[in-house]
């Protein structure tokens, strides 16, 4: 988007203009605290608004808040692309799932009914040991 193209060129441009304008103020024989008001002062004027840095601080507190969920994402644009997802099939049993996962919904794709898909998932996990497709398989028998 507009947004992060504009990002990844505006805020390292600000924020090397603020270190420049730092050195060359302490060059000037400024005191280290006026020469970094200074640039703050630069930092502040060239802040259009908080969308710069609206959209890392986002993506940051995504990524934290997935972390103490026991989730690990890795970077920004998995988190981003998961904006996008409709459906997810999770193949963790343990890690998701009590030890019994149970079949909760059938979402057939295009001229597949409901219960074609469910007999041939059936049929196709039948000789498999994993708990998901046993518990395909055992849904299938009770419905």
């Known amino acids: ?3 992060k193209k504009f990002e990844r060129i505006f805020v390292p441009l600000i924020i090397l203009l603020a270190v420049i304008t730092s ?3 302490l060059v000037l024989d400024e005191a280290p605290s006026d020469s970094f008001y200074r640039a703050m002062a630069v930092l502040v004027a060239a802040s259009p608004c908080a969308l710069a840095i609206a959209t890392p601080s986002a993506i940051l507190s995504g990524v934290a808040r997935a972390a103490r969920g026991g989730v690990l994402i890795k970077g920004g ?3 981003e692309a998961l904006g996008r997802v409709d459906a997810i099939a999770f193949d963790k049993t343990g ?3 009590e030890g019994d996962p149970r079949l909760v919904d059938i979402a057939p794709y295009g001229d597949a009914t409901e219960a074609e898909l469910l007999t041939v998932s059936a049929a196709v996990e039948a000789l498999s040991d994993h708990p ?3 518990a395909v398989v055992r849904d299938a028998r009770t419905r």
């Open 1 to 3: 988007s507009f947004t």
């Open 23 to 25: 050195l060359a103020f």
């Open 77 to 79: 644009a998995p988190l």
């Open 95 to 97: 890690t998701l799932t």
């Open 132 to 134: 998901l497709a046993q």
